[in-house]
């Protein structure tokens, strides 16, 4: 790829001036990428940049607060919790370096799985880009990239590393297949009695494991959410549908507005539960009442962040 | 080991037939993971792929009442309160049907820790003995198997009461425990026949595709030696998020909380799993907290595995291999990897 020995270029000049260079590197099997903290130009070479790049460096920036000078290798989406939490004045443009790149979408494991059974027993995987040709077990088959693509690149309008500042490679040309989300849409047909029972299905396979919570880059208090906290306690230790949905309910209040539809916390979870339908139901919310679309404009401030007497988009005197 | 044989349509009637006097714990399709549920009308087996979430709820729940208890006021001295204490010891009987040889072995560690010549711990006691695994051989291997790298292997019988292992037609079913031999002698087993040297043939090709098992054995040692290198752990989990995923689905994790969830009076002493990936593990009531940053905390899930564990309880690594922690975790922390630089990086010391 083109782009990754510009990156590498970029990141090696770079490099002298940061404490480190978070990015991507090769993980245990061919489906999988981890996060790679680059501290010197050894580390440098196993970078890797394609479409298992699903970890978002930005959740580890919590941790590297305090005047380090941190550079982050960024997908389109990645780059929108960057800015947001520079809006949020939860960190500094100055202490970060950017590297940019075109992406051109992520695959998503779980569909990856719900396809092919178990991809733990994975033999081969080639993307051409348009489609997806995956071996596992006996079974090999060539499936549409769109059909295994994280439901977050369908929608992605922001495929090329926003305020970044280095950029490498040619820019993507990705463009959303559709505005809405489809399983939002289709989630919206059901009655509210069926989408209660829905959440109550759901909600049963909750382990409060908090992996949505802890890869979320926005979620910043973590150590200190209130789902942990003893006095006064919020939660029961009892899990029980009622209690894990609470926490998701709280996890999607404390993001509204500040959510940047990443994707992170469904990705993270293990029992494969659709959160994301919850916080992107909150961001349209946010986009219809305040125009306001997250994490998109460092200048900006955020709708919750400020107040004004008569918010321009809303209609409150006849 | 007797071997028995049981169709694949007898085996559905077995369970039914268990379902009467047992909760019979099967693994089942959930919203696309694989989780144990209770047997019953609707609900989709899933026998050819790893459960998400291993068996160890059978025996150790996530949430479990250990007592209620109740606060009387004396009416001739309303200063003083009494209290009403009640335990809630298990009752119910449950079969666990299909279980990972991995997964059920992860009872060995627990029964070292909870059931042992100085504690008995009556809760966990009471369910390991009124539950039976009937445990099932893998076929296949995936690319986060190491069973076995860590003393077991894909037809691990360790805690099981029968192993059954997949040929045409069913399954060869081989009594563990004497509890299991009863099992057997329920009528929709047949004899085994030639059945017995298909499951033998099926168990060698499972082992084989898992190659040659890397050795583990200094592992307590090198790991010791690197307890003080905050560097090498603090490379080790840069990655980690601290969620705690890993430590859940891990079926020889066993930490837990103890908390009195009151309303009103009355209330109820629960016990619910801990993590000790989280920032509340360790923090004490003054405030300070001894394993602060995410690399001390991920420096205990590993050393206790791989180190305290085997060092404590005759070389055991409290580790069944199942890999679940590796394939679930959402930034792909892969804990064969972390001990392995462990031990390279004793083997680099040596060196100099
Ligand atoms: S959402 Fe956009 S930027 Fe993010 S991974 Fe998908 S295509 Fe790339
Ligand atoms: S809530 Fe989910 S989608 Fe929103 S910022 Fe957090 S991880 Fe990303
Ligand atoms: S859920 Fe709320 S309290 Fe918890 S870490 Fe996220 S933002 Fe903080
Ligand atoms: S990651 Fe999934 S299982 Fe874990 S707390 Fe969040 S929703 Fe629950
Ligand atoms: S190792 Fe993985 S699963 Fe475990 S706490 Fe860290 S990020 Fe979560
Ligand atoms: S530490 Fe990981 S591989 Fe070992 S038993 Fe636990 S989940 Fe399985």
């Known amino acids: 790829m083109q782009a990754l020995a510009e990156l590498k270029e970029q990141i090696r000049q770079a490099l002298p001036e940061l404490d480190v260079v978070i990015g991507w590197q090769q993980g245990y099997d061919a489906l999988h990428t981890s996060p790679l903290f680059i501290r010197s130009e050894e580390d440098l070479e196993k970078l890797v940049v394609n479409e298992f790049c699903v970890v978002n460096p930005a959740s580890y920036l919590r941790e590297m607060r305090g005047g380090k000078k941190v550079g982050l290798v960024l997908k389109g989406c990645d780059s929108r919790s960057v800015i947001q939490l520079v809006q949020e004045d939860l960190l500094k443009l100055e202490d970060l370096t950017i590297f940019g790149f075109g992406c051109n979408g992520v695959l998503n494991h779980a569909k990856l799985q719900a396809r092919f059974g178990d991809i733990g027993y994975i033999k081969s995987i080639e993307n051409s880009g348009a489609s997806v040709t995956i071996e596992v077990d006996e079974n090999k088959e060539t499936v549409p990239f769109s059909e295994l693509c994280a439901d977050k690149c369908l929608t992605c309008s922001y495929p090329n590393t926003l305020q970044c500042t280095h950029f490498a490679g040619e820019e993507s040309s990705k463009e959303a297949e559709s505005e809405q989300d489809k399983a939002l849409e289709e989630f919206e047909k059901l009655s509210m009695e069926e989408r209660f029972s829905f959440w109550q299905d759901q909600m049963r396979r909750c382990i409060r494991c908090y992996a949505c919570r802890n890869a979320c880059p926005m979620c910043v208090c973590k150590d200190h959410c209130l789902a942990n906290s003893r006095e006064t306690k919020w939660l029961s230790e009892e899990v029980d549908v009622q209690n894990n949905f609470m926490f998701q309910l709280i996890h999607v209040m404390h993001l509204t507005g500040r959510c940047v539809e990443c994707g992170e916390c469904e990705r993270a979870c293990p029992m494969d539960i659709p959160i994301m339908l919850l916080r992107r139901k909150m961001a349209g919310v946010v986009r219809d009442v305040f125009a306001y679309n997250a994490g998109t404009n460092a200048e900006e401030t955020p709708p919750l962040m400020c107040f004004k007497v008569e918010e321009p988009t809303i209609e409150e005197r006849h | ?352």
């Not at chain 2, 009872?107 to 100085?118: C, E, G, L, P, S």
């Not at chain 2, 360790?158 to 292992?165: A, F, H, I, N, Y």
Request: charged residues 30%; aromatic residues 10%.
């Open chain 2, 1 to 352: 080991m007797a071997c028995k044989f049981i169709s694949n349509e007898n085996t559905n009637q077995w369970l039914e037939a268990l379902a009467k006097d047992h909760v019979v714990f099967v693994p089942v399709d959930d919203g696309g993971t694989v989780t144990f549920r209770p047997f019953g009308e609707g609900r989709k087996l899933v026998l050819d792929r790893m459960p998400v979430r291993s068996a160890k709820e059978a025996v150790f729940p996530q949430s479990e009442t250990l007592l209620t208890y109740k606060y009387d006021k004396d009416p001739e001295n309303p200063e003083r309160t009494s209290v009403r204490i009640r335990e809630t010891l298990p009752k119910e009987r449950a079969v666990v049907f299909g279980a990972r040889p991995c997964g059920t072995r992860g009872m060995a560690v627990f029964d070292k820790v909870f059931d042992n010549d100085r504690i008995r711990d009556p809760y966990y006691a009471t369910r390991r003995e009124h539950t039976m695994f009937v445990t099932l051989a893998c076929t296949k291997v995936e690319s986060t198997c190491f069973c076995h790298e860590v003393g077991s292997g894909p037809a691990d019988t360790s805690c099981s009461d029968v192993l059954l292992t997949p040929v045409q037609g069913g399954y060869a079913a081989e009594a563990v425990t004497e509890c299991g031999e009863k099992m057997l002698e329920a009528s929709f087993f047949a004899d085994g026949g030639d059945k017995c040297a298909e499951a033998e043939a099926v168990k060698k090709a499972t082992r084989e595709m898992l190659g040659e098992a890397h050795d583990f054995s200094d592992a307590p040692e090198k790991l010791l030696a690197a307890f003080d290198d905050d560097e090498f752990w603090e490379e080790q989990a840069a990655g980690c998020l601290s969620c705690g995923a890993c430590t859940y689905l891990c079926p020889t994790c066993y930490c837990f909380n103890i908390t009195d969830e009151a309303t009103g009076t009355t209330g109820k002493r629960v016990r619910s799993w801990d993590t000790c990936m989280s920032f509340q593990y360790t923090l004490e009531g003054s405030g300070h907290n001894p394993r602060s940053t995410k690399a001390k905390r991920l420096k205990n899930r590993v050393n206790h595995k791989f180190s305290y564990f085997p060092e404590s309880y005759e070389k055991y690594i409290a580790c069944c291999g199942c890999g679940r922690c590796i394939k679930s975790c959402p930034a792909s922390v892969d804990i064969r990897a972390i001990v392995k630089a462990a031990q390279a990086r004793g083997a680099e010391k040596e060196s100099k």
